[in-house]
């Protein structure tokens, strides 16, 4: 049976309509909020709740692997004593964050953006929404959309086809989709994975399981990093949070940013250095071949880790490593190609995220399609050709949320800079021939690979170029000028029946006596 569609009289009109309220669509609701009062704006969120990944993710341990003084925003200082910090404390911030600024009573729950087309007649995005519990779908139309439904899908982990794995007699779960019942006590677990889900899983249950085995196919990258911050420590105890905070934000910023430089800039360096300290953190554990990966350092992102909670779970014998290829799973665990099995009574597949731009949308203009691969992408911020039209994409080397306020920040700016000229539509256009096209990232994990046909490209040169430099980005577009590469409209003047008193209107048709004059329609964006 086909949605019930909600009919269209009363279609609720808004000037900035931003998609997701997860971490990106709080802040850019904030920088809206502050920086453009006189527009009106309604969040959209798919689920239940706001949070995105933080309320989406409920597994053991869950955690953000960057520290919260440049994942937390920076209008909103993050004020607990951890500095990294978990999953249920991020969620916690996100909703006093929102409550704070009355972001909350802006957002309509369950209602999932099933498509979106841009009008040139009209000027407007319509948005076709789906009620994520009736089924029923109904529309919205906004002057400016702006996603910050962030870059993966959040219904559906990557999950491989396991040979065998309907003969396991045990319990397989994905960490996208923790079960609430799930009682690990007492029971011998294997991990699948060595990425960021699977370093933080193993620690965190060993506090129950008799045993936790990461069964990888190769090594990640493992940095251990204090869970408090002993700077921003020492700092408090002489000044206020909002003295500290931006301080230790910035030390944090510029030591991720040397760091990435200098591990990209000598590779061979860094990868004696990062065994080094891993040697170290596990103080006789032979690594062997588990902490030794084929690539060098940032080619994927560094894990981290706690207070060294995974190299203690490994050198009290509680966890352990393996690395092996699957030949197939059994009625008792896993046969590796080794011939050796692991037995398991419950197997976690942690092998990763599918990537899926803009919610799985495909936005249109004028009932044409926008395929993200054939167009460049403006400062990471907008696309080519497609009007109205932000979407935030954070940083892979450094906090999301870093990135994610210079784009909230640029938004405002471009809808300020077309307020004060009494523009209606702003377009990103290339009118430079010699700038060349190439990948939008040039980063090498499994999800990447996997979906680089769904991201836009970038160009050779400002402003069709992405840096993921946050101190390099800052400048550049605090700097930059809205109106680079950028094609503006006036709002559309159209005939506009005013009746008149020679007669009134007969049947919505235009009456004899009917003036029509030309009227210019007042710009929404």
């Known amino acids: 049976m086909a949605p019930k569609t909600v009919p269209d009289a009363g279609t609720e009109h808004v000037d900035v309509l931003i998609v997701g309220a997860g971490i990106s669509g709080i802040g850019a609701a904030f920088h809206l909020g502050r920086d453009c009062p006189d527009r009106s704006y309604a969040i959209v969120e798919a689920r239940a709740a706001m949070g995105g990944t933080w309320d989406l993710f409920r597994y053991p341990g869950v955690r953000s692997d960057s520290d919260m003084h440049t994942l937390g925003y920076g209008f909103a200082p993050w004020l607990s004593d951890d500095s990294i910090a978990d999953g249920p404390a991020i969620l916690d911030y ?22 979106t087309d841009w009008s040139s007649s009209d000027q407007r995005w319509t948005v076709e929404l789906e009620d994520t519990q009736s089924g029923e779908r109904s529309t919205m139309t906004c002057g400016f959309l702006y996603h910050c439904s962030g870059y993966y899908n959040s219904e559906q982990g990557f999950a491989p086809e396991f040979p065998g794995s309907s003969d396991f007699t045990g319990r397989i779960v994905h960490p996208q989709h923790w079960p609430e019942d799930l009682d690990y006590t007492g029971k011998r677990v294997v991990v699948i994975g060595s990425g960021a889900t699977a370093i933080t899983l193993v620690p965190a249950m060993t506090d129950k399981a008799a045993h ?40 944090n910023v510029l030591i991720q ?75 008792r665990g896993i046969r590796l190609k080794s011939g050796r099995e692991l037995e398991a009574d419950i197997i976690v597949t942690a092998t990763g995220l599918n990537l899926r731009m803009l919610g799985g949308v495909v936005p249109s203009v004028d009932g044409e399609p926008i395929v993200a691969n054939d167009t460049m992408t403006y400062r990471g ?48 256009e290339n009118t430079d021939a010699s700038v060349s096209r190439r990948p939008l990232l040039d980063f090498t994990p499994g999800y990447i690979r996997r979906s680089l046909d769904q991201l836009p490209q970038q160009g050779s040169r400002n402003p069709w170029t992405v840096r993921m430099n946050y101190p390099l980005e800052l400048v550049e577009m605090k700097r930059a000028r809205v109106a680079d590469g950028m094609r503006f409209e006036r709002a559309r003047t159209r005939p506009v029946a005013v009746p ?24 929404s964006a």
């Open 212 to 251: 936790v085995t990461m069964l990888q196919r190769s090594p990640s990258y493992v940095v251990s990093l204090p869970k408090q911050d002993p700077i921003d420590q020492l700092l408090r105890k002489a000044l206020p949070v909002s003295l500290t905070y931006p301080i230790v934000r910035w030390k």
């Open 500 to 523: 008149s008193p020679d007669g009134p209107r007969v049947n919505g048709s235009k009456p004899a006596g009917t003036a029509v004059t030309e009227k210019r329609v007042a710009p």
């Open 257 to 331: 940013m040397a760091s990435y430089q200098l591990m990209q800039a000598f590779p061979k360096q860094a990868r004696a250095l990062l065994k080094r300290q891993t040697e170290r953190e596990l103080r006789g554990v032979d690594p062997g071949p588990h902490f030794t990966p084929r690539y060098d350092p940032w080619d994927e992102r560094l894990c981290v880790v706690p207070d060294s909670d995974l190299f203690r779970a490994l050198r009290s014998g509680s966890a352990s490593v393996v690395t092996d290829q699957i030949e197939t799973f059994t009625e």
């Open 94 to 115: 996100l909703h006093e964050t929102a409550q704070r600024y009355g972001i909350d009573r802006h957002i309509r729950f369950h209602r999932r953006v099933v498509a």
């Open 381 to 428: 911020i907008m696309l080519e050709g497609v009007p109205n039209f932000a979407y935030t994409f954070g940083y892979i080397n450094s906090s999301w949320t870093l990135r994610a306020d210079l784009v909230a920040d640029y938004v405002t700016r471009l809808l300020n800079h077309m307020r004060a000229h009494r523009y209606a539509v702003a377009v990103p």
